[in-house]
């Protein structure tokens, strides 16, 4: 089964064709945008991966969670309050590093709050993940102090020797910033772990059909416990990533909508890893693209066109592929041994 | 049950408030001391409570059809600005005309806003969450624009002109007239649920959608009106607020009040009637949360804090049947797989 649906996902779902073409179209207007000019065409590019960072860090959340049947409506939310908890201990320690591991463990305390709802508890996944939503607002505003900064600074470059220096491709894929690189690493890891082990069967068994995991001694409240808390740090990663790498401070509703955008990445990438990274670059390149029309003085005037492209682009995405896209079976449905 | 859960949230949020060094008694009398000691604070909460009612009535409404609207925010900011606009580039009307014409121009505006995502629903089977909260984002840069290049009042702050006098809801005393025309709107609400063949197949759709179809319902229709119904009655709430506090609309319009239409829905139980006196509570914490600072110096956030512990205890059926141990399980569900329609 496993072989048979990655193959799918690739062959039915999304045909070569539609790929090919999309990419095409995309590598038309990158240039054109940017008047063939090998900086521009930079910017865009790099752009379009570091926009898309959080997005497939928080798709990867989602997919975790619901690949084992558990909706998870408060990535938005976890990442808020990881990118808060992040900044907060980096702030006051000093260490970068801590910051983002912080970040992850606050991710995962988090994903034990939802999975201690929805799983243990057995109440409404999407009330629970509108109430981590909810609930990181007000703890975030209430504790966060203005003035903060960080000591060290944010997140540095990293250059990978030699390959750094190839034009173009050199400066967009290999030299970039840790949680960038680890989040290159971490989506064939996952896409591996999903697809080819034991615990990615299980995974999936779980969420395709849990009464009949349990009858062959998989731990269906076990797997999904489990699940929701990884689910959960890959979307504190997210928000470090955000106050610590992107922006190197802690804004009130710093988030402003990507874990919402991170779901429609995941459907459109049809709770595939890969898939997901492929629709979050598709969705980073429209906020590149956005930075781009900025630059070049174009629809300046009117910021407000600009601001609202990500969040069409994702109703569309929803409202065009969502219909033909097959979501774990047993999703959204609270699970009781009888 | 719910009372339980708002003394459960209220005990956390005191120890809360006390981890963060303050006095949790000193900040709770100040909150009942600016939202309920005398008739002018008392008057601030029902004007707090008075796009609360809206907000919950709007979630609690599309509750009933298994459809959760947290676009309210889109929707409220729509008919606040709509609303503003007819209010001040309409004039020589009699108030008799002007004030109900720029309450309706706000209403329908919130109800075509809200029936996208029916639609979206219905036709495309996009789930409502995600649909509502993308609109929130893009009914917040569209009014944004709006308010700053089509009806912007000259000068430098951004924001529409005052309204013309008559199209002004007044004050009955210290009693805002907008609070009873809410209260007014929850009754209609209860009314159409409880005793009508509409609000009888919305609940139909509600509990089991199938069932609705094979009883000859069609559930794509009672999708897109009671979305758009349930925007309707959050954009009321935005003219209200427009035509009765603010008197113009500002960017940034009462930011958050979609959220607290889910707390205040949740809260109530999704019973119109039960919306009111929720929204009262909540409106109170709003309007003594400055007097919280002012004497306790605690940051009004608290409240915000103090409404998700709310719903989380509301949300969790089960913590509050082990407190009390009785099988009032009365649970909500609105979980239903991205692709359904």
């Known amino acids: 089964m496993s072989v048979k649906e990655s193959k799918s996902i690739q062959q039915v779902l999304f045909s070569k064709r539609w790929w090919i073409l999309t990419a095409l179209i995309l590598v038309i207007f990158t240039l ?10 930079t910017a865009v ?15 990867m959340c989602g997919l975790l969670c619901e690949r084992s049947g558990v909706i998870n409506i408060g990535i938005e939310g976890q990442m808020l309050m990881s ?55 007000g703890i975030t505003s209430f504790f966060f102090s203005l003035g903060r900064t960080l000591p060290s600074g944010k997140t540095q470059v990293i250059k990978l020797g030699p390959l750094a220096d190839i034009p173009v491709a050199g400066r967009v894929l290999f030299s970039n910033k840790p949680i960038t690189f680890l989040t290159l690493l971490l989506i064939p890891t996952l896409w591996f772990l999903l697809f080819r082990t034991k615990w990615g069967l299980r995974t999936r068994a779980v969420g395709e059909h849990p009464s009949a ?67 979050a670059l598709l969705f980073g390149y429209a906020s590149a693209v956005q930075t781009q029309f900025q630059f070049r003085d174009w629809l300046t005037n009117d910021p407000q066109f600009i601001g609202i492209i990500p969040f069409v682009v994702t109703i569309v995405v929803l409202a065009g592929f969502v219909g033909r896209a097959r979501p774990p079976a047993s999703i959204g449905q609270p699970y009781s041994r009888e | 049950m719910p009372i339980l859960a708002v003394a459960l949230a209220i005990a956390t949020g005191a120890i809360i408030i006390a981890f963060s060094g303050s006095s949790p008694v000193d900040a709770y009398k100040a909150l009942i001391d600016g939202s309920l000691s005398d008739s002018k604070s008392i008057g601030r909460t029902l004007e707090k409570a008075t796009p609360l009612v809206m907000g919950g009535l709007a979630v609690a409404f599309a509750f009933k059809a298994g459809l959760f609207n947290i676009g309210g925010q889109g929707q409220l900011v729509f008919g606040a600005l709509i609303a503003g606009a007819v209010g001040y580039g309409i004039t020589g009307l009699p108030w008799i005309i002007h004030t109900p014409l720029a309450l309706l121009a ?56 005052h309204i013309e ?38 609940k139909s759709v509600g509990l089991n959608p199938n069932a609705a179809h094979y009883a000859g319902i069609s559930v794509k ?121």
């Open chain 1, 213 to 279: 995991a349990e009858t062959v001694g998989v731990s269906v409240i076990g797997m999904r416990y489990f699940n929701v808390m990884m689910g959960g740090g890959v979307a504190g990663l997210a928000g470090a990533y955000l106050s610590l790498e992107a922006v190197g401070s802690f804004e009130r509703g710093m988030t402003n909508g990507k874990g919402f955008v991170a779901l429609a990445v995941m459907i459109f990438g049809r709770w595939n890893p890969v898939g997901a990274w492929g629709a």
């Open chain 1, 45 to 59: 590019l790099a752009g379009t991966l570091r926009h898309s960072t959080p997005l497939v860090l928080g798709a």
């Open chain 1, 83 to 137: 990118a808060w908890g992040g900044f907060m201990i980096a702030s006051t320690s000093g260490s970068l590093l801590l910051g983002v591991f912080a970040g992850i463990v606050i991710g995962m305390m988090m994903g034990a709050v939802l999975a201690g709802i929805s799983v243990g508890l057995r109440g409404d996944q999407i009330i629970a993940g509108t109430v981590i939503n909810i609930a990181a607002i």
């Open chain 2, 106 to 161: 706000g209403a329908v505006a919130g109800a075509l806003w809200g029936a996208i995502p029916g639609i979206l629903k219905a036709s495309r089977g996009a789930h409502e969450v995600i649909t509502t909260i993308m609109l929130n984002f893009v009914a917040l840069n569209m009014t944004d624009w709006l308010a700053s290049k089509v009806w912007r009042e000259e000068g430098v702050i951004v924001r529409t002109p």
């Open chain 2, 221 to 341: 229709k009672i999708v897109i009106l009671t979305m758009a119904i349930s925007g309707l009655l959050a954009a009321l709430g935005g003219a209200i607020e427009t035509q009765g506090v603010v008197g113009r609309y500002e960017p940034g319009f009462n930011a958050g009040l979609g959220f607290e239409g889910i707390t205040i829905a949740l809260l109530a139980r999704t019973h119109p009637l039960a919306v009111i006196p929720a929204a009262i509570l909540i409106g109170a914490m709003e309007a003594g949360g400055s007097m919280m600072q002012f004497k306790a110096d605690v940051s009004p956030e608290i409240t915000d804090i103090i409404q998700a512990l709310i719903l989380i205890f509301v949300a969790t059926p089960i913590i509050v049947r082990w407190f009390l141990s009785q099988k009032e399980a009365n649970e909500l569900s609105v979980s239903t797989t991205w692709g359904s329609s």
């Open chain 2, 165 to 202: 006098e008559s199209a002004e809801i007044p004050r009955w005393g210290e009693i805002p007239t907008g609070f009873l025309l809410a209260v007014v709107i929850a009754f209609v609400c209860w009314y159409l649920l409880r005793s009508t063949t509409f609000g009888f197949e919305i």
């Open chain 1, 32 to 41: 054109w945008t940017a008047e063939f000019q090998e900086a521009n065409t």
